[in-house]
Structures are given as C-alpha cells and as structure tokens.
C-alpha cells in the first residue's frame, strides 16, 4: 500500500509535491557516456505530502505515514508538524474544521 493509499479517507485531502532535493541521503549513482563512467546525481528525487488535519487525529495520521514510509533507512524521510492558526474554503466559505 502506498501512503496516498493510507491516509485517504483519514484525511480531508492532500498534496504531493514531487521534486529535487539534498539531504542525509546517499545520492544515486548514474552510468553516463554510454555505461563507461559513472556520476554521482546531484540530487535526490523527493516527495512531499501536505495535509491539513484537526488536532484530534494528528497522530493518527502521523503513525499512518511512519508506518507505510518505514523500510529502517535514514533516507526514510521526516514528518513536520506545523500549527495552523486559521482555515478558509474560498468554495464553501467554511471555516476551520468545517473547512477541513
């Protein structure tokens, strides 16, 4: 299962947002020149997931994402916890947990 498969339906929505980055990871290692030199990647292909959940069920889904995410290496990943002050669905006009 994937962790977009976990969390739906636990969550109200979320986003990936997929790009490049450099952390603790080892950087891959890449056959160039038609397979005779080897280059080290610049940088790591990543993803990020965001969501917005009530403080009822932030462990829940915190647990949810360690649990799918967890394969016992560094390049695993981190999870940020952040407090939102306030919450406005522009479609629904609803706000806070009701936006959610």
């Known amino acids: 299962m994937t962790i ?3 969390i ?4 109200g929505g979320f986003t990936i947002i997929e790009g490049n980055g450099r952390g603790s990871g080892k950087r ?8 005779t030199k080897i280059i080290t990647a610049e940088y790591n292909k ?4 965001s969501t ?7 462990e829940k889904v915190c647990k949810i994402i360690e649990e799918e995410a967890y394969t016992g290496e560094n390049t695993d990943g981190i999870i940020a916890i952040s ?3 306030s919450v406005f669905n522009i479609g629904t006009k609803k706000e806070n947990s009701e936006a959610l």
Do not use: H
């Open 28 to 35: 891959q290692n890449i056959r160039s020149e038609r397979g």
């Open 46 to 49: 990543v993803a990020i997931i």
């Open 83 to 85: 407090n939102i002050d």
């Open 8 to 11: 739906t339906g636990v969550v």
């Open 4 to 6: 977009s498969d976990a």
């Open 52 to 58: 917005i959940v009530d403080d009822s069920i932030v």
